[in-house]
Each structure stands twice: as C-alpha cells, then as structure tokens.
C-alpha cells in the first residue's frame, strides 16, 4: 500500500474481512456458484451462443506488468487504498460462475472467475454516506460506471483467473472487473483505479450513444 494509505489498514481489517465472508457463506450467498435471478430462458432476447470467448476493446491492449500494476480506490470512501497485485492477492479470494452477454449478440455461459468480491472491497474502503456510483477507470483510458447497488451484488468480482488461469492481457490482465448482470461493457479491464461517486458519470460507450443501464434481459443496449 502506498504511503497515503492508513498503515496496516488491510491487516487491520483483515480478520473482520473473513469474519464477514464467514457471515455471507453461512447465509448461502458467497458460495461458489451461480446467483439465480429467476429468468425463465437462460439465454437473453438477441443473443447467441459462442463457445469460444471473443476479445474486444478499443484496439490497445495495455501490457501491464504485474509488479508495475497498481489498483487505487478513492473518492466517495472512508479508507482510500492503493493495492499492489500482492496487496490484492492477500484479501479474502472468491470463486463465481457466471455467463457472458456482449451487446455485440454474443454470450458465453459458465464462466469461471476467481479473484475479490466486490463487497470484500466495499468492507474494506467503506463508501461514505452519500456513494451511489462506481465508476472503473482503466490502463487503456477506459471508463464505464454502475450503480453502487449494482457493484453491491454478490456476483460481482474484480477477476484475476479464468477457468482457473490467470486473465490473459488480450481479457484485461492483470485484474478486470465481472458485472455478470449487465452486457459487458460494463466489465473493464486492466482496472487501475475504482472511483466511488455521489454523482454519476456516464463512461467511455455510455457516452457514445449505449444505454447508461444494460440489462440484456430488457435489451438496454443504446440510449
Ligand atoms: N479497459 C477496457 N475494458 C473493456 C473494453 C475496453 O475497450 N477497454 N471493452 C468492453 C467491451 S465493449 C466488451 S464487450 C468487453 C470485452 O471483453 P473481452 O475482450 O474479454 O471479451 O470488455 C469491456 N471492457
Ligand atoms: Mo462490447
């Protein structure tokens, strides 16, 4: 963690990270699985099924190495932190499987992610009372934002590993976000920083005419 950090912060809120992960297990959330939203079709209006995973990004994929790679989660929080990959690595570790939904009309189900739920990054940044928005910065200049709520499910997840290797650079390695709920443009990746907001701002396709949404169920894709 960097200077400007509280010191020891992680360590400090390290036992009551799992006490808390410990508490949602047990409650039968925070297990490794899928979270059932109750659709009676599994594949969402106008999509297809792929098999193998597309790439697509803005046409630079940042190489970021993992000892130069830095995380900063700042704003509208309590504890501001910068992780390093072994900072990142050492908070409670996650497993979800979830499915893919591109705008672009394809999806990819069972997914296997592992890496930080984004409620372990909530517990230990701690949004201020007025946070409603998070919005992803990344390596490559993209941006995007959710809702906090939407940041808040139990499937979110800032990924390092896919199918139990780690992301590759080409998928937003070292770390990407996972908004399995949304079309994947709401997915950074090659994060570097998560901005917690009172107010929102619409990221790099929300401002190019994409829903500021995007629910495939409902097909939110352009506003
Ligand atoms: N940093 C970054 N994240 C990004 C993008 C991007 O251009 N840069 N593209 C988004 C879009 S439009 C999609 S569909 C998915 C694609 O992820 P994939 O290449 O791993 O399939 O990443 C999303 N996240
Ligand atoms: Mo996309």
Request: proline share 6%; aromatic share 10%.
């Amino acid at each position: 963690m960097s200077d400007d950090d509280k010191p020891g912060l992680i360590g400090k809120i390290k036992d009551k990270l799992i006490a808390s992960k410990e508490k949602t297990a047990a409650a039968g959330r925070h297990i490794t699985g899928r979270v059932d939203r109750g659709h009676e079709n599994r594949l969402p209006p106008g999509q297809h099924l792929v098999d193998k995973w597309p790439v697509l990004d803005l046409g630079a994929q940042p190489d970021v190495s993992a000892d130069k790679w830095r995380l900063r989660i700042e704003g509208a929080v309590e504890n501001t932190v910068t992780l390093t990959l072994a900072d990142f690595m050492a908070l409670p570790q996650t497993r979800y499987v979830s499915d893919i939904h591109c705008v672009t009309t394809w999806s990819r189900y069972d997914n296997r992610w592992d890496g930080v739920a984004s409620q372990t990054i909530i517990d230990l940044v701690k949004p201020t009372a007025d946070a409603r928005h998070v919005i992803f910065h990344s390596y490559d200049g993209y941006t995007t934002n959710i809702k906090l709520d939407v940041f808040n499910e139990p499937d979110v997840i800032l990924a390092h590993s896919w199918e139990g290797e780690p992301l590759t650079r080409e998928h937003g390695g070292p770390v990407r976000g996972i908004v399995p709920q949304w079309y994947f443009w709401k997915s950074a990746k090659w994060i570097r920083r998560i901005e917690f907001s009172a107010v929102d701002k619409p990221g790099f396709w929300e401002e190019r005419g994409y829903h500021n949404e995007a629910d495939p169920w409902t097909e939110e894709r352009y506003s």
